[in-house]
T-cell receptor
Framework: AQSVTQPDIHITVSEGASLELRCNYS??????LFWYVQSPGQGLQLLLK??????LVQGIKGFEAEFKRSQSSFNLRKPSVHWSDAAEYFC??????????????FGKGTLLTVNP | NAGVTQTPKFRILKIGQSMTLQCTQD?????MYWYRQDPGMGLKLIYY???????DKGEVPNGYNVSRSTTEDFPLRLELAAPSQTSVYFC??????????????FGEGSWLTVV
């Protein structure tokens, strides 16, 4: 069965610093990978997704992620963090391409705190 | 541009009570999902549906029921509420076919407390 691991439960960075959130997946076939962000008390907003093609994916709010098949990773990065980026970030993988298998498996999330 | 709409946003239930969380989407998506989110645990799939009249269990279905009589609506029913069902519930939808790779959109969430 597929699984997603986010090794860092909580990360604190200073405003303006760079950010990398780690995500490792376990899935036998080519994965479809997503990063979602959740602000306190809010729903989930899609940051970016990887389906195929270029392994460096650009998303909203200046985020990007790189798919590395050899490392089974899909790490999220941002060159300069803003205070408004403080939120919880979830990595997720879709199992299957369709049929009854098209559903998301989530990591447990990484909480990002941004210091002024 | 409504997307996925869930109601209610907040609810307090007493143990043993029943309630239905409503979910509707206006994107003509064939797939719909219910997840629950507990602190430090990410989101777990409760039930999902690949089309009207078809539903299936996810990872944590016990204590819940669903139905899918229309493409738009996917209500989640709690029959006998228990404290373990205190959680945040998210409905989601997607268009999914054999090609795969389509975004799954989420509602704003429903905060449920069972006391």
């Amino acid at each position: 069965a597929q699984s997603v691991t986010q090794p860092d439960i909580h990360i604190t960075v200073s405003e303006g610093a760079s950010l990398e959130l780690r995500c490792n997946y376990s899935y036998g076939a080519t994965p479809y990978l997503f990063w979602y962000v959740q602000s306190p008390g809010q729903g989930l907003q899609l940051l970016l997704k990887y389906f195929s093609g270029d392994t460096l994916v650009q998303g909203i709010k200046g985020f990007e992620a790189e798919f590395k098949r050899s490392q089974s990773s899909f790490n999220l990065r941002k060159p300069s963090v803003h205070w408004s980026d403080a939120a919880e970030y979830f990595c997720a993988v879709v199992s299957g391409t369709g049929g009854s298998n098209y559903k998301l498996t989530f990591g447990k999330g990484t909480l990002l705190t941004v210091n002024p | 541009n409504a997307g996925v709409t869930q109601t209610p946003k907040f609810r307090i239930l007493k143990i043993g009570q029943s309630m239905t969380l409503q979910c509707t989407q206006d994107m003509n998506h064939n797939y719909m999902y219910w997840y629950r989110q507990d602190p430090g645990m990410g989101l777990k799939l409760i039930y999902y549906s690949v089309g009207a009249g078809i539903t299936d269990k996810g990872e944590v279905p016990n204590g819940y029921n669903v139905s899918r009589s229309t493409t738009e609506d996917f209500p989640l029913r709690l029959e006998l509420a228990a404290p373990s069902q205190t959680s945040v519930y998210f409905c989601a939808s997607s268009y999914a076919g054999n090609a795969g790779g389509n975004t799954i959109y989420f509602g704003e969430g429903s905060w449920l407390t069972v006391v």
